[in-house]
């Protein structure tokens, strides 16, 4: 399985202002997933992300609030951006490889003041 | 609307029974069902994959069963053990791409 480096593993920002989330993987993936866990919540996918071309987000998620670079099949980062208390979360990005289970980064524990 | 459904309570059990989780889904045709474990602060963690054409998948203590036409996966984990207090969650996948669709897990409890 990958191993995905993600940072920062928290932070706490002031609301207005933005958050860069970044993840390394060991391996080369084609697509690697973003998705946020509110407080008590399950996983939800914000996007999905390839390599060279724009990110697909999913139904209230859009590119402007969560933008995405996805510079090389090891690395991608995601931004919250303009932040609200409403964006207080857990995220994680996570990769599949060998098509038998994702493997997830450590997660970021966002709180916004 | 699609649904995936976990039992959100909590599941206390005694060390060394057997613990059997539910995961029921409704409105979906997956292709596979997985199964992960998350301890508070982590990312969630890979436990099993069964696919739509297997009936039951084991690994060491853990046995999985998948009924599609029940909609619905069990996960047992057999001679429970403290340790595997955790949040386990079943997410489905195969529809879309590659995308992964999780359910809202169940905090299981072993107490020695």
């Known amino acids: 399985s990958a191993v995905i480096s993600q940072k920062p593993s928290r932070d706490i920002c002031q609301r207005g202002t933005s958050l860069t989330i970044q993840c390394q993987v060991d391996s080369q993936v084609t697509m690697m997933f973003w998705y946020r866990q509110q407080p008590g919540q399950s996983l939800t996918l914000i996007a999905t992300?390839?390599?060279?071309?724009?990110?697909?987000?999913e139904s209230g998620f859009v590119i402007d609030k969560f933008p995405i670079s996805r510079p090389n099949l090891t690395f991608s980062t995601l931004t919250v951006s303009n932040m609200s208390p409403e964006d207080s979360s857990i995220y994680l990005c996570s990769v599949e490889l060998n098509g038998d289970g994702y493997t997830f980064g450590s997660g970021t524990r966002l709180t916004v003041v | 609307s699609q649904k995936i459904e976990q039992n959100s309570e909590a599941l206390n059990i005694q060390e060394g029974k057997t613990a059997t989780l539910t995961c029921n889904y409704t409105n979906y045709s997956p292709a596979y069902l997985q199964w992960y474990r998350q301890d508070p602060g982590r990312g969630p963690v890979f436990l099993l994959l069964?696919?739509?054409?297997?009936k039951e998948k084991r690994k060491e203590r853990l046995k999985v069963t998948f009924d599609t036409t029940l909609k619905q996966s069990l996960f047992h984990i057999t001679a429970s053990q403290p340790a595997d207090s955790a949040t386990y969650l079943c997410?489905?996948?195969?529809?879309?791409?590659?995308?992964?669709?999780f359910g809202g897990g169940t905090r299981l409890m072993v107490k020695p």
């Open positions: 997410a489905l996948g195969g529809n879309a791409g590659n995308m992964l669709t």
């Open positions: 992300a390839n390599q060279g071309s724009e990110a697909t987000y």
């Open positions: 069964i696919r739509e054409n297997e």
